[in-house]
Structures are given as C-alpha cells and as structure tokens.
Nanobody, 129 residues
Framework: QVQLVESGGGLVQAGGSLRLACTAS????????VGWFRQAPGQERSFVAA????????RYADPVKGRFTIARDNVKNMVHLEMISLKPEDTAVYYC??????????????????????WGRGTQVTVSS
C-alpha cells in the first residue's frame, strides 16, 4: 500500500522559514518523480516544485523561485522542501505527490496535478504578517 506523509508545517512569521518533508512507503521511491503542490482556502491546488526521480531535473513555480528548494534522499525515501523568506501568501496546505516514471527527467506535465499517481494528506503552513 502506497503511503505519502507530509510533515514540518506550522505557524511562522513573515520572513521566517520552514522545512517540509514528504516520506514515502509502499513503492519503489527511486522510480518516482515527486512534486509539491499547495492549496490555499478557496483556491485550486497549484504547483510549487518538482524533482525528477534521480534529482537530475528540478522545477519551481515562479512565486517561489529563489526562496524554496526541493531535494530528495532516495535512501531514506524522502523529499524535502526548504522554504525561506516566507510570505503570508505562502499560507496553504502543502501536498506531495509521486509519479511513476522510467525517465531521468521530469515529464512535460510535471506542473499538473494529474501527472501524479499518489498524494499525501497535506501539512498546513501558515505565515503571519
């Protein structure tokens, strides 16, 4: 049974930082690309960052470029999202998803949530002004 668990969310002041983790089980983690998405109240889930199965390719959404860093550890079956210089508009529930792939690179639809096969339940990030 595939399971993804997000952790590391919380309440932080603007300008602060958080480190989210996505821990996977029940799958061959090194055969999956991983994406982070977020959903703010009243909004659709939107792409944040993605990393290919080998870590060779990384992509970020424009609003988080230069502030967020995604990295993976295929030994520990984990992907981290390091977030600095947080802004109130970063407030959302953050989800990780995995996409099974043979490619070393991210597919062209990495920014779409239907590219991903499995999802976690999310972790809340709240940034106060």
């Amino acid at each position: 049974q595939v399971q993804l668990v997000e952790s590391g969310g919380g309440l932080v002041q603007a300008g602060g930082s958080l480190r989210l983790a996505c821990t996977a089980s029940g799958l061959t983690f090194s055969s999956h690309a991983v994406g982070w998405f977020r959903q703010a109240p009243g909004q659709e889930r939107s792409f944040v960052a993605a990393i290919s199965r080998t870590g060779r390719t990384i992509r970020y959404a424009d609003p988080v470029k230069g502030r967020f860093t995604i990295a993976r550890d295929n030994v520990k079956n984990m992907v981290h999202l390091e977030m600095i210089s947080l802004k109130p508009e970063d407030t959302a529930v953050y989800y990780c998803g995995t996409a099974g792939t043979d490619s070393y690179y991210l597919g062209s639809d990495y920014y779409k949530d239907d590219y991903y096969d499995y999802w976690g339940r999310g972790t809340q990030v709240t940034v106060s002004s």
